[in-house]
């Protein structure tokens, strides 16, 4: 994916640009992601590159009223673009290994909030929907944890975040191309992972 450390660091940051926008990135993400100037990309990526690929993850019935975070020349976190469907979408950054552009729910945000507090567990209390429909590069697909394997390409996809047990659903937990898998089994942040549209 997807999600993985990375980007779920990335994403924290953007619950509070939802409330402060021209919040700095944080100098702890800088050090997680040396190669990365900041959660819209480089710097160097105009605002209106930056809402494109950020849009690129979401169905165009969800893109068109999403909320654009991303950020701005001196790597601030900012919002690209006002939205009014509680979705909100973030660019990522091609060059860094579990950050690509993804459009998520309030419920995903909570979820990605709490799995970077190191919660026990999700405290969403409905499932949250993410999409990344652009595709992805993740680490693994059962250690939520993982910054050293080598990366792994996967097609556009979207997830539903909510603690799923694979016994209970049927479904496998190994990646597959098509269709649906739980990844990260076994741990509270379990969610299903559907490849392709939805």
Same mark, same amino acid.
């Given at each position: ?10 994403? &924290? &940051?953007?619950?509070?640009? &939802? ?14 992601? +040396?190669?990365?100037? $900041?959660? $819209?990309?480089?710097?160097?990526? &105009?605002?209106?590159v930056q809402i494109d690929r950020a849009l690129s993850a979401a169905p165009s019935t969800i893109a068109k009223g999403a909320k ?20 909100? @979408?973030? *660019? $990522? ?6 950050? *690509?552009?993804? @459009? ?15 919660? *026990? ?5 409905? +499932? ?20 050293? /394997? +080598?990366?792994? /390409? ?11 047990? *694979? ?30 549209? +939805?």
């Open positions: 994916m997807q999600l993985n450390r990375m980007y779920f660091i990335a994403l &924290s &940051s953007i619950l509070a640009v &939802s409330l402060s926008p021209g919040l700095p990135f944080p100098s702890a993400m800088a050090e997680d992601m +040396p190669d990365m100037q $900041g959660m $819209g990309g480089p710097v160097s990526d &105009s605002a209106q654009v975070v991303g950020t701005d020349a001196k790597g601030n976190a900012i919002t690209l673009r006002d939205g009014n469907n509680g979705f909100t @979408c973030m *660019p $990522g950054n091609p060059s860094v290994i579990g950050d *690509p552009p993804m @459009c998520m729910d309030a419920a995903s945000m909570q979820w990605t909030a709490d799995f970077e507090a190191h919660k *026990p567990k999700p405290t969403n209390t409905v +499932p949250g929907i993410t999409y990344m429909l652009a595709g992805a590069t993740q680490r693994s697909d059962t250690n939520p944890y993982d910054k050293t /394997s +080598p990366a792994i /390409s996967v097609g556009p996809h979207w997830m539903i975040l909510w603690p799923f047990d *694979p016994k209970a659903t049927g479904l496998p937990t190994k990646h597959r191309a098509t269709g649906a898998y739980i990844m990260w089994a076994g741990t509270p942040y379990a969610h299903v992972h559907i490849m392709g549209h +939805p």
